[in-house]
């Protein structure tokens, strides 16, 4: 029998995630709901490996890149966070990028968060109307706009994962700046007697052991979901960021939509949502004096603080999950 055309109309749209029950499994659920509200049927990925002809979409791109899905009948989309080819200590990039470059047309939709991803994957060869913008957005029914902080304590949250696997995470993630965030603290705390970290996340193991080398007070609290965050976040007085590669992080929008200010280095779609010093501040990757200076700053002004908390909820509302629906509907 002759195959179908590629082109014949896929009859669901499967979304695939990671199972590892954090922020790729978030993205998965996230996009499900965005595509059902568009009238797209989801189907359940327990029967996906029993169908031919689909469409699949993966936020996780170095899964989506695999002989697995190149070789399948599906059609394919997927997200391409971050990951800069030529990144020392990271050749997986340079895999999943040359595995881009090489079925630049196989793939059919590609959603990135920034301009520099946007030139990234149509450099591989993706065709641009086949690359789509689209930032990480916020759910405000999940992370709701909390009350000011008041109290002696000053406290920096720090709300990602940043060591390598799942488990305890004393090897350091360096894409997301561990060790970076740990010299800006060690730096605030000569000059902010009453400062605490609040960790959250799995694989927090080196940045709470070098807190506790350093005699910094800190916290971690294991949340058995992300629906639990935005409560941790209402118990911080700024957000800090200190990555060096990312797709969002998610962290810039959930800081915003909770009120929290949030200082962040110039990455991934922190560097275009943050106006700095409107709505949030910005230091370069790696620039542990500017960091926390910028802590500093909404440590001593208390003006600056009510300024970043309400143009930041303007900024999430702005791109809050269903108001991002036009453009998941253009890429869908």
Not at 66 to 86: A, E, I, K, N
Not at 89 to 101: H, I, K, N, Q, V
Not at 272 to 278: A, F, I, K, P
Request: hydrophobic share 40%; aromatic share 6%.
């Amino acid at each position: 029998r002759r195959p179908l055309s590629r082109s014949s109309a896929p009859v669901t749209l499967y979304v695939v995630g990671d199972r590892l029950g954090w922020s790729i499994d978030d993205d998965r659920a996230r996009l499900a709901a965005t595509a059902k509200r568009l009238g797209y049927r989801v189907g359940s990925n327990a029967l996906l490996p029993f169908r031919r002809r689909q469409a699949v979409f993966q936020h996780n791109h170095f899964n989506a890149l695999q002989p697995r899905w190149l070789d399948s009948s599906h059609r394919l989309g997927l997200s391409y966070f971050h990951g800069r080819p030529g990144t020392p200590g990271y050749p997986e990039f340079d895999r999943a990028y040359g595995a881009l470059e090489r079925n630049a047309e196989r793939i059919d939709r590609v959603q990135v968060t920034h301009d520099e991803m946007y030139e990234l994957v149509t450099g591989a060869g993706v065709p641009p109307d086949r690359v789509f913008k689209i930032p990480i957005g916020v759910d405000l029914e999940h992370f709701p706009l909390g009350p000011p902080r008041t109290g002696e304590e000053f406290v920096v949250g720090s709300f990602l994962k940043d060591g390598v696997g799942m488990d305890e995470g004393n090897e350091p993630k360096l894409l997301k700046g561990p060790d970076t965030f740990v010299a800006v603290v060690a730096r605030l705390r000569e000059r902010i007697p009453e400062l605490s970290v609040l960790l959250t996340g799995p694989a927090r193991g080196y940045v709470r052991r070098e807190l506790e080398r350093l005699g910094i007070p800190h916290r971690h609290r294991q949340l058995d979901s992300r629906d639990e965050l935005a409560r941790t976040y209402h118990d911080a007085d700024v957000c800090l960021v200190t990555s060096r590669q990312e797709g969002g992080p998610k962290a810039v929008l959930e800081a915003m939509a909770t009120g929290v200010p949030l200082v962040s280095t110039r990455v991934g779609q922190a560097a275009e949502l943050v106006r700095d010093g409107l709505n949030g501040l910005l230091a370069d990757v790696d620039d542990v004096a500017g960091l926390a200076a910028a802590v500093e700053r909404v440590h001593a002004d208390g003006d600056l603080r009510a300024r970043l908390r309400a143009a930041g909820r303007e900024t999430a509302e702005a791109n809050d999950e269903e108001r991002l629906d036009r453009h998941w509907a253009r890429l869908l």
